[in-house]
Nanobody
Framework: QVQLVESGGGLVQPGGSLRLSCAVSGLSLDYYAVNWFRQGPGKEREGVSCISSSDRSTYYADSVKGRFSIYRDVKKNTVYLQMYSLRPEDTAVYSC???????????????????WGIGALVTVSS
């Protein structure tokens, strides 16, 4: 049984940092890319970042480039999204999802994903 479990969300002030985790069980990240999506209040879901399975190439949306960093821990089969310099517009539910193979940029359609986590709420507010 495949499970993706996000953690690390919460309330943070503008300019602050958070690290989201996506713990994956039931499949190997050696074969699956991991994508992070987010959906803010009243907004459509958007792709944020992706890390490939084969060479760990990383991709970022322009809105987070330079502020977010995606990486993985092979031993823990976990992918992290480190977020710095958070802004109110980063407020959203962040979800991780896997797709077999490598990334196709940061914004591969959500319909391509094989498995999803339930999401973690990040609120950026003073």
């Amino acid at each position: 049984q495949v499970q993706l479990v996000e953690s690390g969300g919460g309330l943070v002030q503008p300019g602050g940092s958070l690290r989201l985790s996506c713990a994956v069980s039931g499949l190997s990240l050696d074969y699956y890319a991991v994508n992070w999506f987010r959906q803010g209040p009243g907004k459509e879901r958007e792709g944020v970042s992706c890390i490939s399975s084969s060479d760990r190439s990383t991709y970022y949306a322009d809105s987070v480039k330079g502020r977010f960093s995606i990486y993985r821990d092979v031993k823990k089969n976990t992918v992290y999204l480190q977020m710095y310099s958070l802004r109110p517009e980063d407020t959203a539910v962040y979800s991780c999802a896997t797709v077999f193979g490598d990334c196709s940029g940061y914004d591969r359609p959500a319909t391509d994903m094989d498995y999803w986590g339930i999401g973690a709420l990040v609120t950026v507010s003073s």
